[in-house]
């Protein structure tokens, strides 16, 4: 009997002890002791991961180790939240006072926040359900190669949730975001330079197609899927295949604003698109996402090993695929042992790599272009000297003053893919109008996720939901449609001085239309002798106009 009653408290041991348990934890102090410990012990294992990886500690985490084992971790992660960096122009104070993601918002801290964190789920995790589907097309180049375009189209589901979020917005007197022009904007994203649909892309999709863009994705050749027929891949910031790409979306929407954003290192197309296109351009506006700046410098920079390996990975990958069509113009296997991305890249597109295959790998244009195909393509389609000679072609802010659209870029303090914050072109933001800067402490590479507070109101949590840097780039595009719209309205004012203006720079086109103009190698425009103004709210503006010159 006694055997059986000691069996029979076994038995119900954990039962008790978890209805003990359940008790003490509805005491309001030792539910909070209780969550400190299980957070502290979190971090603490965090670092501890982070060591092995070796993965850099962000300033968040730093601070913390410098306090005791039981402080709240949430209360040493203070952020002052976005800042904006730019010219002191009538645009910037437009941005200001109308796009409210720039001021109100609030990052989330860990350990959602955590740089590492944020950078792997937008790079691996997506959402619940495939809400979104895409179709697509591919565009034949110049040179023969092709590239590709995914137009987001939503599923079933995408569909029921945009209706439970347009009823929602209904209800609150609100309207959907992207209806800013009498027909529905075109928005083009560039993913990373390694190709492929991240899940943070996939997002930016999701949330611009509920807001009525027509979304499209361009895929350089040879990425996601896309067909290789030529023996050429896209250099870091050639713009050739964007610019034709742009072309045939304009031709298919010619009535509909057209929008860019980048993702990552998606950004050295875009910013050099823009550069050499100057005010010729079919965008609008554009927008670049933890954007690459300085392509030399982020490439000479080490980067954490984990991430190297997994952009290596997906860069090797692109090239075994095709690699015996490369094998008569460049060392394939010698590309495919690299353990840096500086050197892939030089023994892809620097003829100093490729000459140590054979005397014949510089002699001839790659892949065997013929005649007419290698004149159009100009000095791309031979390999650089070297390596500095081919950041002279490819640097992204190398046309950095022939921009002619407002271009937003979002960066992040703590971005672990990118060079430390203290390299950022500051000078450029406080000198071109068209350049604004928007800097965060936390968010990582692609991250910016949203604290996620519960507001009184039925739609105060859609708001602080999600991800930041996508609510903020839509806004964006909004407000500086809104913004150009009234500039047009009231150019009729200056319209001489515009024609003046317009007529001078076509006869100073004209006379220079016989050489080709090389393009310069600066990376940004040199500063006045005024010191400029370190922020754009409450400095003099100067004369400069908002109004476009189109020179198509």
Not at 18 to 34: D, E, G, Q, S
Not at 88 to 100: D, E, I, N, S, V
Not at 418 to 425: D, E, F
Request: proline letters at 7%; one cysteine or more.
């Amino acid at each position: 009997m006694a055997s059986f009653v000691w069996d029979y408290l076994i038995f119900l041991f954990p039962s008790l002890l978890l209805f003990l348990l359940t008790l003490v934890l509805r005491w309001p102090r030792v539910r909070c002791w209780t969550g400190l410990a299980v957070r502290a012990a979190g971090w603490r294992l965090w670092v501890i991961i982070c060591l092995i990886l070796e993965l850099p500690l962000s300033k968040d985490t730093q601070t913390q180790e410098a306090k005791s084992p039981g402080t709240d971790i949430s209360s040493t992660q203070t952020s002052d939240g976005p800042k904006l960096i730019c010219k002191p122009t009538a645009m910037a104070k437009h941005l200001l006072r109308h796009c409210g993601s720039l001021a109100g918002s609030r990052l989330a801290t860990w350990p959602r926040g955590d740089p590492h964190l944020q950078t792997v789920s937008s790079l691996l995790c997506g959402q619940r359900g495939d809400t979104m589907q895409f179709t697509r097309e591919h565009v034949l180049m110049r040179d023969g190669g092709i590239v590709a375009l995914d137009w987001a189209v939503e599923t079933r589901l995408g569909e029921a949730v945009t209706r439970h979020r347009w009823e929602g917005r209904q209800q609150l007197g609100g309207k959907a975001l992207g209806c800013f022009t009498s027909t529905p904007p075109v928005l083009l994203l560039i993913p990373q330079s390694w190709g492929g649909m991240t899940p943070h892309l996939k997002a930016l999709c999701h949330q611009a197609v509920r807001q009525g863009f027509h979304v499209v994705v361009f895929h350089p050749r040879g990425t996601a899927r896309c067909p290789l027929t030529t023996a050429r891949l896209t250099e870091f910031g050639d713009p050739a295949d964007l610019e034709q790409a742009v072309a045939y979306v304009h031709s298919r929407h010619p009535s509909s604003e057209m929008v860019a954003v980048s993702e990552g290192s998606g950004s050295g197309i875009l910013l050099s698109y823009l550069g050499e296109c100057g005010s010729s351009t079919y965008l609008t506006a554009a927008a670049a996402i933890s954007p690459v700046l300085l392509g030399q410098l982020w490439f000479e920079t080490a980067m954490p090993p984990i991430y190297r390996w997994w952009a290596l990975f997906h860069r090797k990958m692109q090239l075994h695929r095709y690699a015996s069509s490369f094998r008569g113009d460049l060392d394939v296997d010698r590309a495919l042992s690299c353990s840096s991305l500086r050197d892939f890249e030089e023994t892809l597109f620097c003829s100093s790599a490729q000459l140590q295959q054979g005397p014949s790998s510089g002699s001839h244009s790659p892949g065997g272009l013929a005649p007419s195909v290698a004149w159009a393509l100009g000095e791309r389609a031979y390999p650089a000297k070297d390596w500095e000679s081919y950041w002279e072609k490819n640097e992204p802010l190398r046309d950095a003053d022939e921009v002619a659209v407002p271009v937003l870029c979002i960066c992040s303090s703590d971005d672990p893919l990118l060079p430390p914050a203290s390299t950022l072109p500051l000078p450029l933001f406080l000198s071109n109008p068209y350049f604004l800067l928007v800097s965060t402490d936390r968010g990582g590479h692609c991250g910016f996720t949203l604290e996620g507070r519960e507001g009184g109101s039925t739609g105060s949590k859609e708001v602080e939901e999600g991800i930041w840097s996508h609510i903020a780039v839509l806004e964006y595009f909004r407000v500086v449609a809104d913004f150009l719209k009234g500039e047009e309205r009231d150019g009729a004012s200056w319209g001489g001085k515009l024609e003046e203006n317009s007529q001078a720079w076509q006869r100073s086109r004209a006379g220079n239309m016989a050489p080709p103009r090389r393009r310069r190698p600066t990376v940004m425009r040199r500063p006045r002798p005024r010191a400029p103004e370190q922020s754009c709210v409450g400095a003099e503006e100067g004369n400069f106009t908002w109004k476009r010159s189109y020179t198509r």
